[in-house]
């Protein structure tokens, strides 16, 4: 059983060669910091709109070597934040139902960019399952249909399925029945990652791995090799975002960790189903989320520890033992016929959380400094859409994603230490005494346990 090791998808891949670092001092059009899905869609997008824009691309460490390497595969559409705090935005209630158009058109993006560029992530759009594995996470996903029927989703867009209709696609144990919206995919995470940066260098873009920036200031990003002089430089960090001097509380690096089984057996897959390949979460409030890998397994991942004190990183996706156990219970207990296959790879990584959980994509342009991010886990499709964005911030272009409502959203910081800590913790620590407590009884009723950490964390439902 392999920990850490960055992810099992890189693994599977196979790490590509490291890039070089940034030699010296340079001068650019754009720099970009960063070499994510958020860094590298926007370099994309730039590159393609003028291909003689100097880009320069400035990773720390390898692209792909954060989130984007080590995520569930899920290119989502789940709105990354809340629709009523999007709503406080001048464009109201029409403004977050556009944001949520784009995203679903989003998904069709990225499928549309692989074919094109030949990227071969194992991409299957398949849609999205949470299933509800208590009758207290059925009631939830119930009152959920009703609020996104009040906004205006249509059995188009999401949709009950009976437990009978489920067990059509899956067999999920003790499953009551599930909420399905068909704008997701299932994709593998590093060769969509590692597919972008070769399609971006080709492009002419450059990027210079094993270098971190040690500062952003108008016009400049400095490294130990020299700096990089830009009239647009874009911070696209993410998780790794409180590391950067003078952002150290804009962003909460939230772990998440994941479990990958060996390969299925037919006789496995035959019991268990799921040959759309949909993506699958639950309704707990530490919840988890699935899929079915390109090449037969079974990858889950949940929250495990869910925050280090300071803000503090893992070392290459090395996690605890404790959290490989827990997470293996729940894969058997959902999926027993899964139990014979094994768990061959457990890795984390860390997702940038802002303090309303909404995300932004924001350039300023009296300084030309920009930045994207905070998707709060939900990252995979929505950098594309930020990337395409950015893009088009930094040219000037009025396109309809320039006037998006988390354009120019500004959050609140997040608490100082030990504050921060002892919030986080205590919430996942509400969280799954609750879903215990929910599971025990069997009532339909949400636990007040969950409420009350609802209610300090502002996480949006
Ligand atoms: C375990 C896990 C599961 C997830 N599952 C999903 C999912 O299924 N679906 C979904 O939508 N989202 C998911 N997410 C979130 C999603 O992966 C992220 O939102 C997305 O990858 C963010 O991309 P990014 O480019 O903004 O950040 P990252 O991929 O984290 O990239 C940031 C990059 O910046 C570099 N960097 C940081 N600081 C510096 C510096 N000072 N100088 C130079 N470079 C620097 C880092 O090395 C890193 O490569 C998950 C996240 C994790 C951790």
């Known amino acids: 059983m392999r920990n850490g090791e960055v992810s099992y998808w890189w693994q599977a891949h196979g790490l590509v060669p490291r890039r070089p ?10 720099c970009i910091v960063g070499a994510g899905y958020t860094g590298l869609w926007t370099a994309y997008y730039l ?34 934040g809340s629709r009523d705090r999007y709503a406080r935005h001048p464009r109201g209630r029409a403004g977050v139902r556009e944001l949520e158009r784009h995203l679903r058109d989003t998904v069709d993006e990225v499928a ?21 594995t208590s009758a207290a996470q059925d009631a939830r996903l119930r009152r959920r249909l009703e609020r996104e029927r009040a906004w205006g989703d249509d059995a188009g867009i999401v949709r009950y399925l009976e437990k009978g209709e489920l067990a059509e696609r899956l067999r999920v144990t003790g499953a009551a029945g599930a909420l399905f919206s068909p704008s997701c995919a299932r994709v593998q995470p590093a060769a969509l990652v590692a597919g972008l ?18 500062s952003i200031s108008p016009g400049r990003a400095r490294t130990a090799a020299g700096e990089v002089r830009a009239p647009y430089i874009l911070r696209c960090t993410e998780g790794f975002t409180a590391g950067v001097p003078g952002q150290h509380r804009t962003l909460l690096p939230m772990n998440s960790s994941m479990i990958v089984t060996g390969r299925l057996s037919d006789e496995a897959w035959k019991a268990i189903g799921w040959d759309g390949f949909e993506t699958l979460g639950d309704e707990a409030h530490a919840y988890i989320y699935a899929q079915r890998t390109p090449d ?39 999926f027993p016929a899964a139990a014979g296959a094994g768990l061959e790879h457990a890795w984390c990584g860390v997702l940038g959380v802002p303090r309303d959980w909404c995300a932004t994509v924001t350039l300023d342009a009296g300084t030309g400094l920009g930045w994207a991010g905070g998707y709060s886990g939900h990252g995979v499709a929505a950098a594309n859409l930020a990337g395409r964005t950015l893009a088009d911030l930094v040219r000037g272009v009025s396109s309809p994603l320039v006037t998006l409502p988390w354009v120019g959203h500004r959050s609140p910081r997040w608490e100082p230490e030990p504050a921060r800590w002892a919030g986080v913790r205590s919430l996942y620590a509400l969280y799954r005494t609750a879903d215990r407590l929910e599971s025990a009884r069997g009532s339909a009723r949400t636990s007040v346990l969950a409420r009350a950490g609802d209610l300090v964390s502002g996480i949006p439902h």
């Not at 940066?197 to 040690?214: D, H, S």
Request: charge should be positive; proline fraction near 5%.
């Open 197 to 214: 940066a070769a399609v971006v260098t080709r492009a002419g873009v450059l990027l210079y791995e094993g270098t971190p920036v040690t």
């Open 47 to 80: 590159k393609r709109a003028e291909p003689g824009l100097r880009i320069v691309v400035l990773e720390a460490s390898f692209a792909g070597f954060g989130a984007s390497g080590r995520n569930g595969g899920w290119v989502t559409a789940s709105l990354p």
């Open 21 to 30: 670092p940034l030699p010296g001092g340079a001068e650019a059009d754009v």
């Open 296 to 334: 037969g397994r079974i990858a889950l991942g949940g929250r495990g520890v869910p925050y280090r004190f300071g803000s503090g990183l893992d070392h290459d996706g090395a996690i605890a033992s404790s959290t490989i156990a827990q997470l293996g219970r729940i894969l058997r207990r959902m």
């Open 112 to 132: 549309r960019v692989c074919a094109a560029e030949g990227i071969d992530a194992g991409l299957v759009k398949g849609g999205t399952l949470t299933v509800a």
